[in-house]
Every structure is written in structure tokens, then in C-alpha cells.
């Protein structure tokens, strides 16, 4: 099971860093996302990264704030989100796929994690 959390009540221009823990398992091998999903919105993919690290992805909104980092020694898979804003609160989701490369599409990860919420006041 994945867990994320590290989530909270923060104020604009904060920042927060999100872990997803997988209890029991390795996540060496797999590829790691960050997703997030408001009230009325469609989950969205706001990060990804490949089994090594060596390919990430943003997207466009979270550009230049948010870092994604993975130790795959401790299967845990992190999101540093500095300057937050208002817009960013969600509650985020943690997910892995069977296999080590980088995607971006929500429906081909197979593992899911129980979300954290984010709230960040202005």
C-alpha cells in the first residue's frame, strides 16, 4: 500500500513537501507520479518522475515551485511544493506503474495511494 502525506493548512508563498511511503515493497523499477484533484476538477498530473530519477516531469502550473525526488533504497517518492498558491489546494495522490519509464497519464498507473489534502490560504 502507498501512502502519501505531509499535506496541511498552509498560507500563500508557503511551501509543503509531500512523501509517498509503499509499506512493504520496493519501488525500484517502477515509475512514480504525483497527482492532484480540487473540488469539481478532474484529477490532474502535476508530476512524474522515471524508476532512476533520470526523467521528470511538471506540469505547466507547478513549473519552477514543485521538485519531485525518489529514494528508491527507502521507497519513498517526494514532492517539495514551494510558493504555494491558492490554486494549489487539492488533495494529492501518490501512484506508481509497473514499469520504469516516465508517463504522464493517470489511467496507466496501477497503484494508488490515499491522497493528503493541501489547503493553501491567501
Known amino acids: 500500500q502507498r501512502q502519501a502525506f505531509g499535506g496541511g493548512l498552509v498560507q500563500a508563498g508557503g511551501f509543503l513537501r509531500l512523501s509517498c511511503a509503499a509499506s512493504?515493497?520496493?519501488?525500484?523499477?517502477?515509475?512514480m507520479g504525483w497527482f492532484r484533484q480540487a473540488p469539481g476538477k478532474e484529477r490532474e498530473t502535476v508530476s512524474a518522475?522515471?524508476?532512476?530519477?533520470?526523467?521528470?516531469y511538471y506540469a505547466d502550473s507547478v513549473k519552477g515551485r514543485f521538485t519531485i525526488s525518489r529514494d528508491n533504497a527507502k521507497s519513498t517518492v517526494h514532492l517539495q511544493m514551494n510558493s504555494l498558491k491558492a490554486e494549489d489546494t487539492a488533495v494529492y495522490y501518490c501512484?506508481?506503474?509497473?514499469?520504469?519509464?516516465?508517463?504522464?497519464?493517470?489511467?496507466?498507473?496501477?497503484?494508488w495511494g490515499q491522497g493528503t489534502q493541501v489547503t493553501v490560504s491567501s
Open positions: 501512484a506508481a506503474r509497473r514499469t520504469p519509464g516516465l508517463t504522464t497519464t493517470p489511467q496507466a498507473y496501477h497503484y
Open positions: 512493504g515493497r520496493t519501488i525500484s523499477g517502477y515509475g
Open positions: 518522475i522515471s524508476w532512476n530519477g533520470g526523467n521528470t
